[in-house]
């Protein structure tokens, strides 16, 4: 795997290996990942992977993996019945709910560590995947844990 950084981006070269053994399909595809093991989204969802805390646009996954944005957006709706976003969002969300149960931080710094800019837009995502706030749900989660 090469990685090189280009307009604040990480990107990632990943080899062509036969054997599925490599360190990078065990990052993405491994049990805890939320990514599906699809052979041929392996290199996007890598590129997610590596850069979901930055501010990512369908345009920069697609030029990484060296597809058109529509070519990519149909496929990746096609294999999995998500979207290319869909996918960012719900990898930052995952990260945050993470930090959230595992760290003492604001909520507004999570936020920021998982790619958002915009501290409301990223309350609005939580909030729709969850149905409950970013501080409501870790109490309730934490007051779970406890039990």
Same mark, same amino acid.
């Given at each position: ?13 990943? @080899? ?9 399909? +065990?990052?993405?595809?491994?049990? &805890?990942?939320?990514?599906p093991s699809i052979p041929r989204l392996h290199k996007v969802f890598e590129f997610i ?8 646009? *369908? +345009? ?9 944005? %529509?070519?990519?957006? &149909?496929?990746?709706?096609? *294999?999995?019945? @998500? ?16 930090? *959230?149960?595992?760290?003492? &931080?604001?909520?507004? &710094?999570? %936020? ?25 749900w870790r109490k309730i989660q934490r007051s779970h844990s406890l039990l």
């Amino acid at each position: 795997m090469a990685t090189f950084t280009e307009n604040g981006l990480v990107r990632v070269n990943l @080899k062509q290996e036969k054997s599925s053994t490599n360190k990078e399909s +065990k990052k993405v595809n491994t049990q &805890d990942s939320i990514f599906p093991s699809i052979p041929r989204l392996h290199k996007v969802f890598e590129f997610i992977e590596v850069n979901y805390h930055q501010s990512i646009r *369908l +345009k920069e996954v697609a030029q990484a993996v060296g597809y058109s944005s %529509a070519y990519l957006t &149909d496929l990746v709706r096609k *294999l999995t019945g @998500k979207t290319v976003n869909n996918w960012i969002i719900e990898r930052r969300i995952a990260e945050a709910s993470t930090l *959230l149960l595992e760290t003492n &931080d604001s909520v507004d &710094d999570i %936020a920021l560590k998982v790619g958002y800019q915009n501290i409301n837009h990223f309350y609005c995502q939580f909030r729709d995947y969850y149905q409950n706030t970013p501080c409501a749900w870790r109490k309730i989660q934490r007051s779970h844990s406890l039990l």
